[in-house]
């Protein structure tokens, strides 16, 4: 390749880049156009004299992708052959199966089927194994290869392999894919006879019509108070974070105002319509999870007074992307603004524009928030999450829990109670009995659970610091017994924390015969958040009291 056809791509590429942006000042023009023909020779270099074969491919991408890490972990490339998800992630919609896949025990493993769609309708069942797919064996592949056969055109046929627990034999189960839409509320219903709950996990096309029907439903089935649930939620669309909102505040209300480097990403976003109700009490539920449009619609709600929070101190995201198109169908996700919300306060956590030395960011200090005030003069601060109006410490599960669950033993036990019983009660009123509960031990017997308390992770960690300082023969004796008197002993895990571990096991047993909704519903009377938005919903003094700063 000659230096001046180098040049060329190079002048090309940056020319392409000027016309797409039109932000570059021209004083930089130049410094650009050296590193890409730099960039251009390198690659060249290495593709041609590297010791080994490589794949170019591969090694643009891994270039492409580490000069992005050192902006934000948003800012992201997206190749051609990423497209379909992404666009899944922004839409909602794939054509494929209506399933939640997951490998379990090395095995792809139907986790959920989705109510009404072809995988539900052919049939299958949480807890089914697929071992091919159209005559193509699994085993060894990835969760990505499992996913692109599974998906597919709409119509087009597909035909899995399957083991059942309650099947000694084999048999496939023939279906059609369809157009999947995954719903931004997957649930909503009753809590109490007055208290109406709804569950967002996405903010994709169709979130704000869809928070609007089921505030409307909830009313119709005597709801006077509402139950937003916005934990775990990840955010997504802004324009759907602006339509949610718009649910409970009224119409020409600021919702969002985005600054960027470049005047035409400074925009200020207002609702549109009518609400559907911008007075009935709200409680919205919030976590560590929940970001970017979660934490718009969570921070409306507080800066306007319009609704008590409750949960933990959101993720901290107040960053915005643009997606700009790339050559051969590929693109870019690019952080083009910080968001903020009608107080005046962006809530974005960590500072990426100023990096240590060894490269980490953190959060911004509290000695750099500033104070802010919401619409009847309570305090609210920037730089770090939503807080909570009322706190409700995470629950954290003991040792054991987490392993039955990441050994899938709960979910494996679920799957057989399930065969072994052709029905049970509605899912807000299920328990196991303490018969059941011993039947689970019993079926545990044989099972290797394997987890270390924190205690035993302490002693560990005693045990190392003692050797290196020289001390352990002299207190080996008293660590040793230590060790002996809390060391965990399973049986006697599985009563201590009984009370947790049902409630795991009536979940995902609610799941098998509800669906998600069941899962939901069955941890209604558990749930700390949402016995907490109950009760202060069922409080009219102290709701308005939180909402007036006393």
């Known amino acids: 390749m000659s230096r001046k056809w180098k040049i060329w791509i190079g002048v090309a590429i940056i020319g392409s880049g000027l016309v797409a942006f039109n932000t570059t000042p021209p004083d930089r023009t130049f410094e650009i156009v050296k590193n890409l023909d730099i960039f251009a020779t390198l ?9 080994d074969e490589i794949n ?9 992708e580490s000069m992005l890490e050192t902006l934000d972990p948003y800012t992201t490339y997206i190749p051609e052959d990423d497209i379909e998800d992404y666009r899944t992630m922004t839409t909602g919609e794939y054509g494929g199966i209506g399933a939640v896949v997951n490998k379990k025990n090395g095995i792809s493993t139907v986790v959920m089927p989705y109510e009404g769609y072809p995988a539900d309708k052919a049939g299958l069942k949480a807890g089914d194994q697929i071992l091919k797919i159209n005559g193509i064996e699994l085993e060894g592949k990835s969760s990505d290869e499992i996913s692109k056969l599974l998906k597919g055109q709409s119509d087009s046929e597909i035909v899995l392999t399957i083991r059942r ?3 000694s034999e084999l048999f496939d189960v023939s279906l059609a894919r369809e157009r999947i ?3 931004n509320v997957p649930y909503y219903g009753m809590v109490t006879e007055d208290v109406g709950y709804l569950k967002l996990t996405d903010f994709t096309t169709e979130a704000g019509a869809e928070v609007r029907n089921a505030v409307n439903e909830l009313k119709e089935d005597g709801a006077t108070k509402v139950i937003l649930d916005l934990r775990g939620n990840p955010g997504g669309l802004l324009e759907e974070a602006v339509n949610v909102s718009n649910v409970f505040v009224g119409k020409g209300r600021e919702v969002v105002t985005t600054r960027g480097k470049l005047n035409n990403w400074t925009k200020t976003y207002k609702t549109l319509d009518d609400p559907a109700d911008d007075q009935i009490p709200l409680a919205v539920l919030v976590s560590n999870g929940s970001a ?6 969570s921070g409306v709600m507080q800066d306007y007074d319009r609704g008590v929070l409750v949960g933990q101190r959101t993720f901290g995201k107040g960053l915005v992307q643009q997606t700009r198109p790339l050559a051969y169908n590929s693109q870019l996700k690019v952080t083009t603004a910080k968001y903020y919300i009608p107080s005046g306060r962006c809530i974005q956590a960590i500072d990426y524009s100023h990096r240590n030395p060894d ?10 928030k ?7 003069g309570r305090v609210v601060f920037d730089g770090g999450g939503v807080l909570p109006d009322i706190e409700i410490d995470a629950h954290d599960y003991a040792p054991i829990s987490y392993a039955l669950m990441s050994d899938d033993l709960i979910f494996d036990y679920a799957t057989k109670y399930f065969y072994d019983h052709p029905e049970i009660e509605n899912a807000k009123t299920f328990t196991l009995s303490d018969s059941e509960y011993s039947a689970f031990k019993d079926w545990l017997k044989d099972k290797d659970v394997q987890y270390t308390t924190q205690v035993e992770h302490d002693i560990e960690g005693l045990i190392k610091s003692a050797k290196k300082e020289k001390y352990y023969q002299d207190i080996a004796a008293q660590i040793e017994a230590l060790r002996e008197e809390t060391l965990h002993n399973k049986d006697q895990d599985l009563m201590t924390f009984k009370s947790e571990i049902k409630m795991l096991l009536e979940r995902e047993i609610a799941g098998r015969y509800y669906y998600q909704g069941g899962m939901i519903e069955s941890m209604f009377s558990e749930d700390l958040e949402v016995l907490a938005a109950v009760d202060v919903l069922n409080n009219p003094t102290r709701y308005n009291e939180i909402l007036k700063g006393k």
Not at 43 to 51: C, W
Not at 292 to 297: D, F, L, N, R, T
């Open 370 to 376: 500033t104070e802010f005030k919401t619409q009847s």
């Open 181 to 183: 839409t995954i719903n």
């Open 165 to 167: 627990m309650n099947k």
């Open 359 to 368: 490269g980490s960011v953190g959060k911004v200090p509290d000695s750099l």
């Open 43 to 51: 690659y060249k270099e290495v593709n041609s004299y590297y010791v």
């Open 56 to 64: 170019p491919s591969q090694l643009m991408r891994t270039g492409i």
């Open 292 to 297: 970017s449009a979660s934490e718009i619609v």
